[in-house]
């Protein structure tokens, strides 16, 4: 059974810096892309960072560029998003997901980040 757990969701001050964790169980972790997608109340679930399998390449939306980091460790099975200087804007629960090149896809519960004074 596949399953992808989120953790590291917590309050932070805007300015801060927060690493989130997504840690993949029952797949074969390379053969997938993780993505990172934030969803806050009231709008649109939105793709934050993509980390491709094999060459690593990544991909960051506008919103966080410069400010977020993805990254994954294949031994470990686990993909990462380091957030820095982050904004009230960025408070939204996060999940992560797993996409493979056939089309499978796979999300995770989602761990929720709220940034506030």
């Known amino acids: 059974q596949v399953q992808l757990v989120e953790s590291g969701g917590a309050l932070v001050q805007p300015g801060g810096s927060l690493r989130l964790a997504c840690a993949a169980f029952?797949?074969?972790?390379?053969?997938?892309?993780m993505s990172w997608d934030r969803q806050a109340p009231g709008k649109e679930r939105e793709l934050v960072a993509t980390?491709?399998?094999?060459?690593?390449?990544?991909i960051y939306a506008d919103s966080v560029k410069g400010r977020f980091a993805i990254g994954r460790d294949d031994v470990e099975s686990t993909a990462y998003l380091q957030l820095n200087s982050v904004e009230p804007q960025d408070t939204a629960m996060y999940y992560c997901h797993a996409r493979s090149s056939r089309g499978a896809v796979y999300w995770g519960q989602g761990t929720q980040v709220t940034v506030s004074p």
């Open positions: 029952g797949l074969t972790f390379t053969d997938y892309s």
């Open positions: 980390i491709e399998t094999f060459t690593h390449r990544t």
